[in-house]
DNA sequence: ACACTTATTCTATTTTATAGAACAAGTATT
DNA sequence: AATACTTGTTCTATAAAATAGAATAAGTGT
């Protein structure tokens, strides 16, 4: 059992998302317009980076392969494992919003 | 906009569905059956005391109150600070999760 | 060679998570 | 009243994650 940190999950979410366009710094694009906040270049680099190492992430050099302007990236893919994380973050969250009706209502949140 | 961790998010969720009978112990337990992980003391009670602190949680001492063996709980209730919280988690949440069929499908999540 | 562009590496600090021993505050018992 | 018993909280220490951004790298264009 993997539970991952919020940042992960997005991360990892935003990887799939981008298909392969998976690159650091259009993560933290997509991550800025999704939750309208913008990660530090660190805040992104860093949980790749474990997540990578964690075996949750593969990534891919891209030195060759590309024409742009400057460094090379790497493209980032998830793993049979990140999806399994992922899965199972998905039925934590479930889990947790599994409150009766009349207890959201009361709340606003209904 | 305060950003809440998962964690935070989990207890503050809890505390709304227990209701009168959120406190800390509960609580934990409450955790453990969603979730299916026994949380340590401290990783109980230094979040909440943190979610008080900021002003998500407010407690109430049952002193007096309770007539039952050993020392006397505290009571927590989410506040509107903490519901707004909520509110924005799960926003993000949702739009987080809210990728292309095609994708889920292809990862299985669908 | 040298400037320019883009991306990544690296380092430091703050905040959270995690764990559990020690302690506190009641009730029951003798 | 003293002592055991029961339950809950406080406190302290360590590991992990979040956060920030300067420094550096690795290409392309001139």
Redesign the interface.
């Known amino acids: ?1 993997t ?1 991952i ?2 940042t992960e ?2 991360l990892l ?1 935003m990887v ?2 981008l ?1 392969d366009e998976a690159f650091a710094m259009q993560i933290r694009e997509e991550v800025k317009a ?4 913008l990660y530090s270049i660190g805040g992104i680099y860093v949980p790749l980076d474990r997540l990578t190492a964690k075996g949750l992430l593969k990534m891919e050099d891209m030195a060759s392969d590309e024409e742009r302007m400057g460094r090379p990236r790497r493209r980032f893919a ?1 793993t049979s494992q990140g ?1 399994m994380a ?2 199972e973050t ?1 039925e ?2 479930q ?3 599994d ?2 009706p009349d ?1 959201l209502q009361k ?3 209904g």
Chains 1, 2 share one sequence.
């Open positions: 059992m539970t940190s919020r999950e997005i979410l799939c998302k298909g999704l939750t309208g906040k998830i999806i992922l899965k998905r934590i969250e889990a947790m919003w409150i009766s207890v709340m606003g949140l």
